[in-house]
């Protein structure tokens, strides 16, 4: 049942969707400076970049989009010139620009997949057009913008259309055009910055009235509220910018409340979306320059993602992983956390989480300015083992390898971004991935597939009876979910269980010696023969995964790479071949098997 204050601010947004449906609002005669009073001088942060391999790696991006290949998610695009921005062109389908209210965007049987239509309309591509067009000065770059834009606007007039039903997806798009303008818009004719401007000043419009509040008060809310922050921090000439700059500012301090942990892990419990959120946060604190407070906070999500990458700098994807990224989306999707961390070390502490130099070009570079150019290396940190209570997630360390253990239980709201991987294991030796997290593949594509990817068997635990600890919903959603109790951590042992359908399971994993780690599983439930399966997941060749791990004996054990269990997913779209051990025994409960990894 919906609350009063609920319905009261659907029916306005509602009747104020309707009234801009109508008016369909313009904007007049704007002036707006470029590049934005706010953000750092553009042309001094790429003559800073001139011969880096990122800047190498930007200019061959822009070659190939120039061309018609255009990458999304961890797919190119063969979308030639006469781009079909309502059209999935993975599956083929295309919706007509009819009001946005009336397009069924969760049904990708009539829409298509809306994912890989929404990447290409954040237009995260024209920025990096426009940040090679600095580097080269071609300007081949700068036509290829406005004609992609102009081609945009022409086939998504305002409200109409699957662009315009996620507010999460017009607030990305609004944040892409403001840093386009910001790059290149002293470049265009008066003509077409009036046009660009005044269906930016549409977005924030968009956005003001249509904010997730209730829909998905998550990383939605954020990011919309960012997105509306920015529009009124940068572009004040905007008619409403006062409202804007102040009603997003409101709404990210308050999530920042309502959405990190006291241990600085965000809600969702996914590695993928904390970077996503640590990022939004980080950039609001580079415009808005917050209270202590809030940068406190913004530590400590730096702190968590620190742990999470360990010495390796990879990123391991507890729970979903959609492909995006708030800047920059190019690249291995497990090292987006680098730049992360690079931004958070440029404006928080000076260096302390900065790995490689090159880790700042990606965005701090861009958000902070060329005085990061400066920031001196730091020695490789040591990580000590910690616990994260509020998030359950366990790290244990010895020398160069890593135990990440999840030992805490599903995510905030409707757990629509966790996995079901409680007591869930990944392990890493040095920049060396023995046990991963397989990833998730799809969100829409494909529902088989999704709740493969999303269910206990592709994760680094035991099914019961063919049982995942959860029982599926939609593609966001779970109808039930298991308890967790975590027993004890120590620096060198952490123990926890997992109870669902009225089975528990207990894991203890005992990292002594950085040669040995050894995993003990109790299963307890109700009487009679179960068929219970371990599943470890490698990220190297299976020669060599069978040589580090010991299964018990009385297990029954197969291998694959491929077939029912044996994929793992490097970005959303994509998926490979790797190697599994599924170990099964059919036995009265309780049972206790012992598990070793021999990692010396």
Known sequence: MRSLTELTFRLRQELANAALAVIQPGLGDVEIPTPLPGLPEPCAVAARLQGTPYARQVVELAQQIVTGQLPVLGLRLDIGKDIRWRKDYVGGIETHPVYFRRIPYLDP?????????????????LVLLAQAYLIEQLPEYLTEIQRQLENWMDANPFQRGINWTSALEVGFRALSWIWIYHF?????????RRRFLNALNQHGLYLEYNLSVYFSPNTHLLGEALALYALGRLMPQLPRARSWEETGASWVRREMGNQVLEDGAHFEQSAYYHVYATD????????AKPDSAYLQRLARMAD????????SRILPLFGDDDGGRMFHPYGTRTEFGRGTLAACSAFLNGGQYLGARE???PMAAWWLGPR???????????????LFPQTGMASLFQANCQALMDVGEFGALTAGHSHADTLSLIIRRGAEEILIDPGSYTYMGDPVWRNHFRGSAFHNTVTIDGLHQGEFGGPFSWLSRPSALLISFEPTMVQASC???????????????PSLLTVVDEISGPPGKHLVAWFWHFGIPAGEAQRIIRLDPGLKVTWEEGGQYGWRSPALGIREPAPVAVAQVETELPCRHETEFHLG
């Open 109 to 125: 049987s009539l829409t298509g997949d809306h994912k890989i239509i929404w990447e290409m309309s954040r237009h995260q591509h």
């Open 184 to 192: 290149i818009g002293g470049e265009w004719t008066t003509a077409f």
């Open 280 to 287: 939004m946060f980080l950039f609001f604190a580079s415009l």
């Open 304 to 311: 968590y993602l620190d742990h999470l990458m360990g010495p």
């Open 359 to 361: 880790d700042l070009y």
């Open 372 to 386: 990061v150019f400066d920031l001196a290396e730091t020695p490789p940190r040591t990580f000590v083992s910690t």
């Open 499 to 513: 109870s669902f359908s009225g089975f528990t399971h207990r894991r203890t994993v005992t990292f002594e010696d």
